[in-house]
């Protein structure tokens, strides 16, 4: 099958107008795996899954390219019993790219771009131990002015041996641009712990 190309709605201007964000393409899908692997924090799916990812979710995933190659994603879904919800699946950044606010300028063009279409709520879900990933989100909502809740969902039962509960994130409702809404702490509905590294999920 030929490689897609298409042409990104998201804006890549930002903080480093070096690095483009646009949407994945299937030649992205080998990146996006050794993205994953190398994080060492995320759970790897199979190579064959991220191809996939880039063919049936690129609306819904953004990728950031430095030089044209992939340095970080995030990947998304629009949730079947939720239309109005992007779930993020996985956030991964390249080590060299980290400590840039890279993870946060792709959330908020995905952000952007997802309100432009009507959603209006984000979830993911977090392990107790993820702090990076914990302040991403609660500056992603503070950003936007939204709520953010926590509720838990998957419990270590849920898992293979040696895996952590899974927190659900619950963001919004969205406005349409992370620049016009006026920063408000967000609101917690339920206790959570926090994740370590830039990588969710």
Do not use: K
Request: charged content about 25%; some cysteine; overall charge neutral.
């Amino acid at each position: 099958m030929a490689a897609q190309s298409r042409q990104s709605p998201i804006d890549p201007t930002g903080p480093d107008p070096a690095i483009r964000l646009d949407e994945p393409r299937l030649e992205d899908g080998p990146e996006l795996w050794r993205l994953a692997r190398d994080s060492r924090v995320l759970d790897v799916n199979s190579p064959y899954s991220y191809v996939l990812w880039c063919r049936d979710f690129a609306g819904t995933s953004v990728v950031a390219r430095a030089g044209g190659a992939p340095c970080g994603f995030i990947t998304g879904f629009q949730r079947p019993a939720r239309p109005d919800t992007l779930f993020v699946w996985q956030v991964a950044v390249d080590r060299s790219f980290r400590g840039r606010g890279l993870a946060r300028r792709m959330l908020d063009a995905l952000g952007d771009r997802m309100a432009a279409r009507g959603h209006r709520y984000v979830e993911a879900t977090v392990t107790p131990g993820n702090t990076a990933s914990t302040r991403m989100f609660e500056s992603f909502a503070r950003g936007r002015g939204c709520d953010l809740t926590r509720s838990p969902l998957f419990g270590a039962e849920h898992f293979p041996e040696g895996h952590e509960p899974e927190v659900l994130f619950r963001i919004g409702p969205l406005s349409p641009s992370a620049t016009s809404a006026p920063p408000s702490a967000p609101t917690s509905t339920a206790s959570s712990a926090a994740p370590a590294g830039e990588p969710v999920r």
